[in-house]
């Protein structure tokens, strides 16, 4: 009976995750020509990975991009959900109207921000247009487009962030405030030593959940930037998707995509060192 209930989970774990993983690092390991697997080259493809100069760069651009998310997600999520859990009328049109990015796909995120900041016809330009300030080309610049795909990854993502928040901020018990209010306590002490920690083990959970999802974000880049202008919004993951489908290149792709699963490893051994302390 076990294994009646094993077998099943066991099996979709192989083939969702398992097998992916060991046939990426079997591709790394050979010779590819489009998309045909050849001779058997050792580490040649994390060789050439390591060595390419351009690395560097997109781990960098990977850092801020992820790291800009963040800074703008995180307390947009947790001041929306200190909102939302102190509001007694309209609640719920209030977190229906927060939680409107993140029920769009990447996709239509991506696509509606590229039409609004359009500098031909996009509401954005019309507005700077009118000010006097010239149209509004974003994407032009290495640093705006990074500047402007981060911050509509934030846009889109700072909802998941609030709903964790929220469901933390609904296990505070309530005779905590009230007692602290009776001693005089106002709210910037009640978010001190009352919000802040018990939510701590929320904080550090939401930090890697988000860190994790930047890191492997394609979609909201693919659709607005294609990794540009001169590789300045090319992440590693946006890397990943450059090698495979603009230059064929599937071996330089899986190492890359190794990488990237290396990254994610380090994150989650953090989330476990960080939740181990807390609860010690």
Known sequence: MVWLYVLPVSAVFLFVFVGPLIYTAWTALHETSYYQIGKFTGLNSFVRLFSDS?????????????????????PAGLLSAIVLNNLHRFK???RS????????????????????????????????????FGPT?????PTSALVAVTLMTAWWSYPQAMLLFLGA????????????RMDGGGIWHQFVNITLPYLRNTIVSVVIVL???YVQMVTIILVTTRGGPIGSTETLSMRVYNQMFDKFDLSG????????????????????????????
């Open 169 to 180: 901020l609904q296990t505070i018990p309530e005779e905590l405030r009230e007692s602290l």
């Open 97 to 132: 109207l927060f939680l409107l990015p993140w029920l769009m796909s990447q996709a239509t995120a991506g696509t509606i921000w590229l039409w609004f900041l359009n500098p031909n016809y996009g509401p954005a330009s019309a507005i700077t247009k009118s000010l006097g």
């Open 54 to 74: 351009d690395l560097p760069s997109r781990i960098w651009t990977t850092l801020v991009f992820s790291l800009g998310a963040l800074v703008i997600a995180l």
């Open 211 to 213: 860190l994790m999802l």
């Open 253 to 280: 792709a899986s190492a890359t995509a190794i990488l990237l699963f290396a990254v994610n490893i380090a994150l989650t051994l953090v989330a476990i060192r960080f939740r181990r302390k807390e609860s010690l």
């Open 92 to 94: 719920r049109s209030v």
């Open 137 to 141: 080309d974003v994407f032009s610049s």
